[in-house]
């Protein structure tokens, strides 16, 4: 399952930033920029807004990214992606606005500090 393996891999700080980088353009400099401004590598932001979804996300949480992913050449950059512009949109910060939790999210979630 693709969305398994966006959060496996890109909660990973090195490769969330290769990712990130992958990812390129005008979204790579924006979220640089963001994680500079906060005093992050950006690996440590990608990775921290990955796992806060991955505990926080609801059902239409998840249904959306399934569809932001569907059909994509590349849907692992794809759902990074959009977890990411999500996150950045939705609080302006770091973590993403905080959604009635189902229990698919609770089966991703590693330890509550990860969640922290």
């Known amino acids: 399952m693709i969305v398994r393996e966006i959060v496996v891999t890109c909660s990973n700080p090195d490769i969330a930033r290769a990712a990130v980088a992958s990812i390129g353009g005008d979204f790579a400099k924006r979220f640089s920029r963001d994680a500079q401004r906060r005093n992050l590598p950006s690996g440590i932001l990608a990775a921290r ?25 590349m849907p692992i950059l794809s759902g990074l992606r959009y977890i990411l512009d999500r996150s950045m949109k939705r609080k302006g910060d770091d973590a993403p606005a905080k959604s009635k939790s189902s229990s698919s999210s609770i089966l991703w979630c590693e330890p509550r500090a990860a969640c922290a």
């Open 49 to 73: 807004i990955v796992r806060e979804f991955a505990c926080q996300a609801g059902e239409r949480d998840w249904e959306s990214l399934d569809s932001a992913i569907h059909g994509a050449d």
